[in-house]
């Protein structure tokens, strides 16, 4: 563990335990979409369903409201595990709770994305970042801010596809086989996220992107909300998923603890 990385874990800890009562809301953004019918999918996954199985007055005369759901691991705003796309990787109960807990480095491609829906942020991008806000810490967690969040929870436009129930007519940003490259090798990050569909952009058919980090042993965000209400450097990011047993990943509550 890097001496850096105990001192924000320190920060964060202490900060809690000062203002248990009174932790400051404005300091707190929520990176999560709520689960709906409206969620959206890969389009070949299990969509989230929720009924309500018991909601009213019981036979014993007190409030009783219950329900089931159902749902594929990956959609949503949900963590990828390591074993989604790397054998023998971690599973999502497996991932040490300390790495869910990391610096959030968000580099900004929107000006990119603008010009191609299909862009993959370059190692450029990732060095213009560093030229102005200083290199990325080891553990962070990285995410792609692509401005794609606009278009949530609009299937055809969120996928970029007339067809949102075919997986080979799909269009929207992700990383670079060599970004994601350059931040397992050259900068140790904990993991990586992005405000849209995927790691890997749309038309991609080897999800290299999936290979290379889940293979790293690392996990990747998808469907990060709010991104655009995080700073460039500075800010928390605590991810926590559902703790399913051998899980290739799953839901995922993820919220910035702002500087
Ligand atoms: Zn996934």
Redesign the pocket.
Known sequence: MTRMMTVIGLTVVCAASAALAEFDERKLVDLTYALDERTVF?PTNKPFTWEKSAWGTAPGGYWYASGDFSMS???GT???API?FGEGRLAVDEIPLQKLIAPAAVIDVRPAVEEDRDYRMTVADLEAWETRHGRIPRGAVVLMLTGWGQRWPDKQRYLGTDNPSDALTLHFPGFSKEAADFLVTQRNVYGIGIDGP?IDFGPSRDFIV?QIVNGANLY?L?NVANLDQVPPTGAILVALPIKIKGG??GPVRIIAILP
């Open positions: 890969w691991e990956h959609g949900h963590i990828d989604h995927s999936h990747g998808e290739t990943g």
